[in-house]
């Protein structure tokens, strides 16, 4: 089933973002994994969802993006799931995936672009919110 077809909760939307932000390079990094997981079940916006729809939620999200207007297709599926108070808090998840393994590459500042732009959040806005992932991120 496409993901057009499949009732996306507002946390089911921030998931796919982060998922969307992983697999932007063309490969999941083990440390974007990590990253995902523990945001699932560490932040309050999680609070009670049911962590079995994650596997689902990620073949769908990987397959969703195959279609030839996959990427577009999903980020709008994202915004209609979304409230506008979450717009800021999914591009914060998604600058946070795209930190956790240290390096920001074209294809994910790509999407971090579209994705600002889709939620309509702001340059400054957008700064603060990449220069905190890069802080939370910082190794010793």
Do not use: W
Not at 3 to 25: C, E, H, K, P, R
Not at 33 to 50: A, K, M, N, T
Not at 111 to 135: K, P, Q, T, V
């Amino acid at each position: 089933m496409p993901l057009s077809g499949y009732a996306m909760s507002a946390q089911d939307a921030l998931i796919a973002v982060m998922l969307v932000t992983s697999a932007a390079s063309g490969e999941m990094r083990e440390s974007e994994r990590r990253e995902i997981q523990s945001i699932v079940g560490l932040l309050p916006v999680f609070e009670g969802y049911d962590g079995g729809r994650l596997t689902a939620l990620t073949d769908l999200t990987l397959r969703h993006l195959q279609r030839e207007d996959g990427l577009d297709s999903l980020v709008g599926l994202v915004r209609k799931a979304l409230p506008p108070h979450l717009f800021e808090t999914a591009y914060a998840l998604a600058c946070d995936v795209a930190a956790a393994d240290q390096k920001v590459d074209a294809p994910e500042m790509r999407f971090l672009e579209m994705l600002r732009h889709e939620l309509g959040i702001d340059r400054l806005n957008a700064a603060a919110i990449e220069r905190g992932s890069r802080a939370r991120h910082t190794r010793a």
